[in-house]
């Protein structure tokens, strides 16, 4: 099994869809939580940190359920400009951070 | 703002060359990364530094070494190329590690022929 899995993609939504990314992780011990945005062929971005209590910024809001060991990621009111890939990152022992695989996202008009 | 910075975006060599790839960062981290990205695979921890001289191996470390003499410089070295080493090459640096997120450059994109 994999540390860290997301759903598999592509996502393909109209402008103004909602669209929601999960992910789960195995290492129960994990502390630090992101959601890391990659755009085609450039690096990986931090786009957040995620919360226990959950948190929001702008259209984007991320949510960890430790019992689940489960992070999820909310887009609402979907841009074109939010086309990209969706990294989910879990720090594990020894602070080194273990990617998913990503999910691509395609937003249309 | 942190700048991480790698030598080159795009490089070719041949199989058996010896390949040198340079990340520098700018805001004196202590750790220092190098990943492979792959379709499919995601991104995979081959090296990472926390201190000058200090090196730890990652998940795929086999066909590569790396060197840090200077804090700032983190050096990831392919021994011997071989063509399954072909892939997008990502540096990364941070100051606390587990606790922070951390900061990329803009990768180099290897083609061993």
């Known amino acids: 099994r994999k540390e860290v899995e997301q759903d598999p993609g592509p996502f393909n939504v109209p402008e103004g869809a909602t669209v929601a990314f999960n992910c789960t992780y195995s290492?129960?011990?994990?502390?630090?939580f992101f959601w890391y945005r990659q755009d085609c062929r450039k690096e990986p971005k931090l786009l957040m940190s995620?919360?226990?209590s959950g948190n929001e910024d702008g259209r984007f809001t991320a949510q960890l359920n430790r019992a689940s060991q489960y992070i999820s990621l909310l887009i609402r009111d979907s841009k074109l400009s939010d086309s990209a890939t969706y990294l989910c990152?879990?720090?594990?022992?020894?602070?080194?951070?273990?990617f998913g695989q990503g999910t691509e996202l395609s937003v249309k008009p | 703002d942190v700048k991480v910075t790698q030598s080159s975006r795009y490089l070719v060599k041949r199989t058996g060359e010896k390949v040198f790839l340079e990340c520098v960062q700018d805001?004196?981290?202590?750790?220092m990364f190098w990943y492979r990205q792959d379709p499919g695979l995601g991104l995979r921890l081959i090296y990472f530094?926390?201190?000058?001289?200090?090196?730890e191996k990652g998940d795929i470390p086999e066909g590569y070494s790396v060197s840090r003499e200077k804090k700032e410089r983190f050096s990831l070295i392919l021994e011997s190329a071989s063509t399954n080493q072909t892939s997008m090459y990502l540096c990364?640096?941070?100051?606390?590690?587990?606790?922070?997120?951390?900061?990329f450059g803009d990768g180099t994109r290897l083609s061993i022929l």
């Open positions: 990152v879990v720090n594990s022992q020894g602070g080194k951070l273990i």
């Open positions: 290492n129960s011990a994990s502390q630090s």
């Open positions: 995620v919360y226990s």
């Open positions: 805001m004196d981290h202590e750790n």
């Open positions: 530094s926390y201190d000058v001289k200090m090196k």
């Open positions: 990364a640096s941070i100051q606390d590690r587990g606790v922070q997120p951390q900061h």
